[in-house]
């Protein structure tokens, strides 16, 4: 019987979808776990505040289910769930709503952080997720591995223009890096794997995509059921 | 120009609010602040699981701005808001839709019988709710004052046998005291206010009603405002 | 039976009495419980050092027999006690001393500032105090949601100068804001409330002032004896 | 360029070497990174002491360097390293001999257990590693997660009786459950896969074999280089 | 130039400065520092409440004023003080009262406890002081390494029957040893050294007399000025 | 029975264990235990790299079953070992291998800075070796007096430079004190004992070397035996 990962992408920018599709083909194997990038038809545009998180946890419940019954009708089990947004909206309530394992992708990439170096360093991308994050953090009980977390700052449109954007990240993680101590970065979203690698050579130290991570911890917990 | 405190209590359960407006009677002053209990028309009828805390933060918001017309409508100003839950739901989403202080009852709870003991201990009602509790709890970076924290563990019908009730809370208060060194104790529900006093009696230590300790403190802020 | 709470300021300045008198002017309701600031007769003219905390003790615990007793004279009863120095002193002794709910200024105006940012920066008078602030904080269990503590750094002369210490504060206030995370500040003295709202405007986020906070958590704890 | 993960056993024991691929399988495909589980030919008979601990670093960096060179021999490239002792021995030493990704049990099952559950439990085989595993939690800084760690106390003749060490486990994980509030357990041996999905059905909560949560994520680092 | 250390025993018994004296013989040395201990004859006969506590500052600074002195008439100097009360009472004023070392025993007994196991349980006289001991452990910031602190609860008289005081120690040494995880004790009390070899081998395992240890550090800085 | 300490410095440079040898003669007392530097001659040049703390284990165990036979050669008895360098390489493995007492020098020079102020910073040799000393720091459960921990970056041979090498020491230490907030700084290398005095009084604070507090500490741990 077939195993379905889901990686739902809880705002509604097709785009977003496609990148964390591609950046997750290192993790697909002919005989492993199928893995499906969703999309959240009813999600926002983008999930940037505190009541764009809480907002999104229903939509994204119904749409577990509607994945569980998508992996049987591909003749198959849905093994696991990833929500591919760093503020890890709805974790709990997911949790609740379904028996299988649902993994953000927030505590992912920092619980693979922490074995990849000392003191993570969080790249976020705006200034009012650094609140929620702290909050975050403490509830898992990790802010003595918190290194820092710095937001490069850059709006939507900001955010197209691809150099400015590595840029900022560099210069993000310089100041992460050399000033409060950080030896791994996390990347604070979903959708900047494609900056991954380039980042982490720039830096001279590992940069963590968190939905590559959570993907790969999804995979681990799906082959052993 | 009058000043109102709303407190709102974010299940649809009109009994509720009524034994937290007796509750509230001690910090009511012919020149002070007016305190409001609101019941949420749309709440559900209990707050039990991660999945009732996330579904209640849209009509609490709605409520909210709700209240905020409604104290313009009585010549007045809403000078605070206190969400009277011990989930404190939807905290962070409502203070983002207002800009009034809001307290969350499990907060100033656990904050208040920080100036009343070493090391707090929670009477919860649902042993299903402790998890979260204690992720709250990190996430205020208190867990090094937290005692302990534990289920009396009786349904909502048993709840009605206040003998019974009273007993259980006398029981989780002794284990808490005598072998987990909780020296203050908190009310894990914002519906328990009638047993304080007696339980605090009973046990020989101080007790927090925490929907009365949000109050004092909502009180605070919205008279400094 | 009237209830009277007494805020005592354990350093012999009627001046800084004065000054705590008229901040807590908002937090006087007409059958509201009565607030009188009392000045500590045998206090030195400050408090800065560890042995002034020290000596203050015996007379504090004095005051606080007179105190009750004045109440009675009064026809009513001491209902709480706020100690009106931001380094708490005798805070456990007086505990000791009465059965009435004894609160310290810095001790609330710290936890009030958690209900409203995630990370409290302290503004303090003198360098020599930080470490005594930091070995209180770490005592209350709260270094994870400590950004700093920085001295303004004038004199009792300068201090008098109202200009210069309001540039000094905003100054130290951008520092822990820009710098160490803060979001919300505590004031680290007993007299400085006439500069709360303007600090606050100035940056932009909360400001508690210590004595306001903790006469309005007394003010709770009397109304619910 | 195939890529290779080499789970390393640093004691001398066959028998667990073949125990350990056995519980593999599942994470085995067949365009995957192949995994080998290789015995150390030097290590000691079992790892007990901090000795064994320490006695073990040299010969495992030297079986990295072996297995670096095994892999370019298949005409592809060792990806990731597991050391696969819940001591995690030499873990740091072995990051510094190679550039590839090394991972140790103890910390990949801690870290998948944090994904599970809000509080850890250890279930381990002797008493004398528990200060041990005591040290490296808390320099991995997650002991706010811990909720215990408990010996089985079973020599290894004993450990031989399938069926007492069955009920040793079963014990142990319900005084985790029940007195110390473990929500999810991890094995704290490499070589109990095989009691995982029974000893996970008799308590009714997650438990987590080391190995496996090991070479999961050893999997996502190999994938992504 | 001789150097002087002074051992003060904040409470006015001769018997227990007497048997503080005896316990220190192994630590002098012919041509070492010469260790004096001194009796506050305006000391309590008891040191029991943080009134005790603070009590005793003031005189403690003055008897530290009178060693100094005394030292200098024996053609010395005083090269540390000690304060040989498990409250540490006055050790920050008797800090700024002198520019000579000053240790207390609660913490240098604690900070030796720490070299000799990895969490320490406290035996303590009196139930009371527990509140204050676990604050003071929190501002030295070594709750981590706390594994628990019960008090004996046997009045002064009770003390005087050796056998019994005796029992009760390895009683409750035993519950910390077997139920909260202690691998090494600290006695909480400045007069109980004469049980300190006894209990050790008792239980089979460190246990520190907080006066030695204090007198140990206190040597070491003293030879070092 | 003469009672002997061995201090033994684990690299093989006969300079530093003179070094050692001579900052020890104030803890040197004509009836008390002797003290002897041993070097180790399987010991490598420096110990930089986790790999050189772990290779030094097992001869540091054969070393101190050496001095055990030779302290019985002496007509005496060996009473505590120190292991003289930084890492504290084979600190519990030492412990495992005799039943007297072994001490490592960062251990003891933090614990004895905790004495002498709230937050201790730490003068480092090398940068990579700071990520080692962080994760030690963690274990221990000190990391909330840490004010950090920064590397004076300079060769082998640049160290012998005295000049030089003091104002680097310098400068940290004020970067340690003016921007992280250390009160009293610990010395990060075995060998620096000479500089102690001179930057103590540079900086006006306390400045630990790290193996006179660690031969202090032994020497109350022998003399109690």
Redesign the interface.
């Known amino acids: 019987m077939s195993k379905h990962i889901y990686v739902i992408n809880p705002n509604s920018l097709i785009a977003v979808t496609a990148a964390i599709d591609q950046a997750l083909a290192?993790?697909r194997?002919?005989?492993?776990p199928q893995i499906h990038c969703v999309t959240l038809a009813d999600g926002p545009a983008g999930i940037q505040?505190?009541?764009d998180?809480?907002?999104v946890?229903?939509p994204l419940?119904t749409q577990i289910a509607r994945s569980e019954r998508d992996a049987e009708e591909r003749g198959g089990t849905a093994a696991a769930f990833v929500i591919a947004c760093f503020s890890d909206p709805?974790l709990?309530?997911a949790?609740?709503?379904t028996d299988r394992?649902v993994?953000g992708i927030a505590?992912?990439g920092v619980?693979?952080a922490?074995?990849?170096?000392?003191?993570f360093g969080v790249v976020s991308i705006l200034q009012a997720s650094i609140?929620?994050h702290?909050?975050?953090f403490?509830?898992?009980?990790?802010?003595?591995?918190l290194a820092g977390d710095i937001a490069i700052g850059l709006s939507v449109a900001e955010l197209a223009d691809q150099q400015r954007t590595f840029a900022r990240l560099c210069a993000v993680g310089e100041e992460l890096r050399d000033r409060q101590g950080a030896?791994v970065l996390v990347l604070g979203c979903a959708g900047m794997a494609a900056y991954r690698a380039a980042l982490a050579e720039h830096l001279g130290m590992p940069v963590v995509?968190p939905t590559?991570?959570a993907?790969?911890?999804a995979?681990?917990?799906a082959?052993?059921r």
């Open positions: 290192p993790l194997f002919a005989d492993g505040t505190q009541r998180v809480d907002a946890v229903t419940c709805g709990y309530s949790r609740e709503s394992p993994l505590e992912c619980l693979t922490m074995t990849l170096g000392q003191k609140g929620r702290w909050r975050y403490a509830s898992m009980g990790v802010t003595g591995r030896d995509d590559q991570a993907v790969a911890m995979m681990g917990q082959a052993l």
